[in-house]
């Protein structure tokens, strides 16, 4: 068993628009500044500021290693971390449950490890590897942002396609930002042929209506 420094897991979520990747940004800056080895990580699918860098919707940014989802690439993230003190994942909802044996692993041994990413996916259900995450966590934040259409507080992401709410049977990777999302509060969240009561169903016009 190790016995050195005691490692923690740290997991900010949210919708999006809710500042998550600000935080994760925050906190490994303040790591740097107490002279801490940081190292950041990214998925590859995630090239929406380009292949080596992780910006928040603020315009901050730092350089980020992309990582592909193989287990070859998992067992990177070890190896790499060995010279660091704090390792940071931005949009962590992108790999696979395979990284959760790895990041527990070095978090016995000693490192801190902060994650960012959304908790649900455009249909309000959960991401499994955030879930895991969080249930493992020894500090959790979870970010709000608000709601595009009321105003009020919103925790979930509607995805938009075409000017209409995506259908419930979509991919659920869709890469974007505000092209394809907004932030929605539980009354304005909507999904096209939801088999679900809790989110609502938007009304279908009637054939037979003319307007």
């Known amino acids: 068993m190790y016995h050195g420094q005691t490692g923690r897991l740290e997991v900010v979520c949210g919708s999006m628009f809710?500042?998550?990747?600000?935080?994760l940004l925050r906190r490994l800056r303040r790591a740097e500044l107490a002279k801490k080895r940081v190292l950041t990580i990214k998925n590859h699918i995630d090239s929406r500021s380009g292949t080596?860098?992780?910006?928040?919707?603020?315009?901050?940014?730092?350089?980020?290693h992309s990582l592909e989802?193989?287990?070859q690439m998992i067992d990177l993230i070890t190896k790499m971390a060995e010279?660091?003190?704090?390792?940071?994942?931005?949009?962590?909802?992108?790999?696979?449950?395979?990284?959760?044996?790895?990041?527990?692993?070095?978090?016995?041994?000693?490192?801190?490890?902060?994650?960012?990413?959304l908790d649900l996916d455009f249909k309000g259900e959960p991401f499994q590897v955030v879930a895991s995450l969080l249930a493992l966590a020894d500090d959790i934040l979870k970010l709000s942002?608000?709601?595009?259409?009321?105003?009020?507080?919103?925790?979930?992401?509607?995805?938009i396609i075409n000017?209409?709410?995506?259908?419930?049977?979509?991919?659920?990777?869709?890469?974007?930002?505000?092209?394809?999302?907004?932030?929605r509060c539980?009354?304005?969240?909507?999904?096209?042929?939801?088999?679900?009561?809790?989110?609502h169903i938007p009304a279908q016009k009637s054939p037979q209506t003319s307007y």
């Open 18 to 23: 809710s500042g998550k990747t600000e935080e």
């Open 52 to 64: 080596t860098i992780i910006t928040s919707h603020n315009g901050n940014y730092r350089e980020a």
């Open 69 to 71: 989802n193989s287990p």
């Open 83 to 117: 010279n660091a003190d704090v390792i940071g994942l931005d949009e962590i909802q992108f790999f696979s449950a395979e990284i959760i044996p790895s990041l527990r692993s070095l978090v016995a041994h000693g490192k801190r490890i902060i994650v960012a990413g």
């Open 145 to 159: 942002a608000i709601c595009m259409k009321c105003g009020d507080t919103a925790h979930f992401t509607q995805r």
């Open 163 to 183: 000017g209409e709410p995506a259908s419930y049977y979509d991919p659920v990777i869709l890469v974007g930002a505000s092209e394809f999302y907004e932030a």
């Open 186 to 199: 539980r009354s304005c969240f909507l999904l096209a042929d939801n088999p679900h009561p809790y989110v």
